[in-house]
């Protein structure tokens, strides 16, 4: 245990975390250089293309220091606001983090809130100051950010630069020195907090883990406290760059485990393991991740049900935040409601259904979770707007709200001020962190964060804000349906949850919109805006005069087959409802509203 050392690396993203996890992959001889390729940790295609570890894996590699060999332990965290669980499980494992900030960039929100969590779990904190080679960089400024948030010793923090292999040695020598080792009794029952799994087509689930208590060996009947499952440990080891299996794994360390578990969803981040017999109690800090946005799902060619279906059981298998259950549209047909732990998070599996599965779909507006009360005490889920009891038979709404924290530079805080308050938000605090860097702090409800807010944040901050949240429970709110009709025609799928103050702005802006999106046909087409009964908004797409082919006179069948087929083609997303076509992009128009 003298010689373990287990770790985290706090950063914000692109502030160089995968790059100095692979420098200390190569110093410490994990990997060859042959082995070598740019960001090992992040294995997934999808993850490298966007430059984000959505998945935390763990390695382990060798020191040498004074002569003796260090085993540390690397448990890689994501680095998205939408994956914070994950982050706070990864953190308990760990008696050390690397806070990494770039030199150029400073210390944003995610890397504060990160941060809090590690110092709430008393960790030891290495601050390294990345990217000192750019000939932007503000070390001096910086340092000074460093040592006001965490209040180190300004010569504690350590200069390095990933990329150039700057300071590798130094950031090792001091996870050995700083970072305690850890503690727990071999001999006690054991405990072994679970903080992430793995999916693997040939082998299933594989469950990463760290010994708080006790020890693990090869072929022990194990149980996990939360799910109460009972499995065999048919195989133990550490991770290097490949598995290496072995008999036991001590009090301190980090492992993997595999027992045939074949579903992702089987495994709860957080949960402990302990034997059947002699069993330990559960860690603290177990959580059931839950869902934030939902939002329907539907295949654009309607006989591609079953095989959607077929593919979000295989994503699920691997993705255990994704949830879904089979959904009716009248406008769209057979289709799924999943929830999602947040926007990213829905980007990707849209994106993996596509590049995976070869799937075309059709997403519907993204929502967050209302509660309708239709008496004092009687309560309504409501993941989607149809879900909606009708407005006489409502008590009260109410909906989620956060407690969002914006880093930003002073200059802009009038702009993010107003773009919170016509978010509905509650200014809290405010905090100069640097006589140029503020901290805003606001309550917000959830809807209106979830959609383009942080987009407009980094708009109207030139990119300089950062943002993190957390839900602080829910609240009474004038919330309304707001139905689309298309010549008199509710089209369920345009169906929103709006405050009542937003709704006539939003309905006559989402008609506007529509009008744009839908392509002319041969008749007019209606679109209402509605609240109940009562319409609230109104335009009108005219009709078609001229058919595709009048253009070409003459008898040029090669063009006319190629303008057909183009008409052809353009239909793919498009969707029947009555007699009106409607393509994808009026699905998501509702998210592009300025
Ligand atoms: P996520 O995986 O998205 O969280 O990002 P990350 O924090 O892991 O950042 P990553 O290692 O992918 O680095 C982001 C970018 O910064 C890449 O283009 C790196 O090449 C670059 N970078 C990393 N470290 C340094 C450094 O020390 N100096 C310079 N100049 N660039 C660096």
């Not at 609240?531 to 009709?543: D, L, Q």
């Amino acid at each position: 245990m003298k010689h373990i050392r287990n770790f985290c690396i706090i950063a914000h993203i692109d502030h160089g975390k995968s790059t100095l996890a692979d420098r200390l992959l190569e110093f410490t001889q994990t990997v060859s250089d042959r082995d070598m390729q740019a960001q090992l940790l992040d294995d997934m295609d999808l993850e490298r293309e966007r430059g984000i570890t959505i998945k935390s894996h763990a390695i382990q590699m060798n020191f040498v220091y004074n002569d003796e060999t260090y085993v540390l332990n690397l448990i890689d965290t994501p680095g998205h606001v939408d994956f914070s669980y994950e982050v706070s499980r990864a953190i308990a494992a760990c008696e050390g983090a690397l806070l990494v900030v770039d030199a150029a960039q400073g210390i944003e929100a995610q890397t504060i809130s990160n941060l809090y969590l590690a110092i709430g779990h008393d960790l030891e904190i290495i601050p390294v100051l990345n990217k000192i080679d750019l000939p932007s960089a503000l070390p001096e400024e910086v340092s000074d950010q460093i040592v006001d948030l965490i209040g180190c010793e300004r010569d504690s923090i350590i200069r390095a630069s990933a990329k150039a292999g700057i300071g590798i040695n130094e950031i090792l020598q001091a996870i050995v020195e700083r970072i305690p080792a850890p503690k727990g009794d071999p001999q006690a029952p054991l405990q072994a907090l679970i903080f992430d799994s793995v999916y693997n087509t040939f082998r299933g689930i594989e469950v990463l883990f760290r010994v708080y208590n006790g020890e693990i060996k090869k072929g022990d009947k194990v149980k996990f406290v939360n799910t109460k499952r009972e499995y065999d440990a048919d195989e133990i080891g550490v991770l290097k760059l490949k598995q290496e299996a072995r008999d036991t794994i001590s009090t301190g360390n980090v492992g993997y485990l595999i027992s045939g578990i074949k579903e992702a969803r089987e495994v709860k981040v957080g949960d402990t393991i302990t034997h059947v017999t002699r069993s330990g109690p559960a860690i603290q800090g177990f959580e059931n991740v839950k869902p934030m946005v939902f939002a329907g799902i539907y295949p654009v060619d309607t006989s591609e049900f079953e095989d959607l279906r077929a593919a979000m059981e295989k994503l699920q298998l691997n993705d255990a935040a994704l949830i879904w259950e089979p959904e009716t549209s009248a406008a769209l047909g057979f289709g799924f409601r999943c929830g999602f732990l947040g926007m990213l998070h829905m980007e990707i599996v849209q994106e993996r259904l596509e590049r995976e599965f070869d799937m075309t779909v059709i997403t519907t507006v993204p929502s967050v979770q209302f509660h309708a009360y239709t008496t004092k005490d009687e309560m309504t889920k409501v993941n989607a707007p149809s879900d909606m009891p009708e407005p006489n038979y409502i008590d009260h709404v109410e909906e989620p709200f956060v407690r969002a924290q914006m880093i930003s530079k002073a200059e802009y805080i009038g702009p993010i001020i107003a773009l919170c308050m016509d978010k509905r938000g509650i200014l809290k605090n405010q905090v100069y962190l640097t006589t140029d860097r503020v901290e805003l702090t606001f309550e917000l409800p959830l809807a209106e964060i979830v959609f383009d807010f942080f987009d407009r944040l980094k708009t109207i901050s030139r990119g300089y804000a950062s943002l993190d949240y957390e839900l602080i429970g829910f609240r009474p709110s004038h919330l309304v349906k707001l139905d689309i009709l298309l010549n008199g025609e509710k089209v369920d799928a345009l169906s929103a949850i709006v405050h009542r103050d937003k709704a006539y702005d939003w309905g006559k802006r989402l008609c506007e919109k529509l009008r744009e999106l839908l392509p002319r046909q041969q008749f007019e087409i209606a679109i209402q805006a509605a609240i109940g009964t009562k319409v609230i908004a109104r335009e009108t797409v005219k009709a078609l005069r001229k058919n595709v082919l009048a253009k070409c006179y003459g008898g040029d069948i090669s063009r006319k087959r190629k303008l057909l087929e183009k008409q052809k083609k353009g239909k793919k997303r498009m969707r029947q409802v009555g007699n009106v076509e409607i393509p994808q992009e009026a699905f998501m128009a509702v998210l592009k509203l300025e």
